[in-house]
C-alpha cells in the first residue's frame, strides 16, 4: 500500500520532477517514491529529536535553590 501524501508530493512536482528523480538516483534511491519515504521519514526524526531536546533543556533550565554565603564563614 503505498502513501497517499507521498503521492500527492510527487503529482505536485511540476517542473521541479527532473530535478527530484536525479537527486535520487544521485542518492541511490530506486524510485522516486523511495527518496520522498526516506525524506518524509527523516524529517519526522529530525522533530522527534527536537521536541526531546526541547523538553530535556527545559528539566535542565529549572534552578534549583542555592545558599548564598556571606563570604565570612
Known amino acids: 500500500m503505498q502513501n497517499q501524501e ?24 530506486s524510485s522516486l517514491y523511495a527518496y520522498f519515504e526516506d525524506k518524509i521519514s527523516k524529517k519526522q526524526k529530525a522533530i522527534e ?3 526531546k531536546e526541547l523538553e530535556a ?3 535542565v533550565e529549572q ?11
Open 6 to 29: 507521498i503521492l500527492k508530493m510527487i503529482d505536485n512536482l511540476k517542473g521541479r520532477r527532473s530535478y527530484e528523480e536525479k537527486r535520487a538516483t544521485k542518492l541511490g534511491f
Open 57 to 59: 533543556s527545559k528539566t
Open 49 to 51: 529529536n527536537e521536541q
Open 63 to 73: 534552578p534549583k535553590a542555592t545558599k548564598k554565603s556571606c563570604g565570612c564563614c
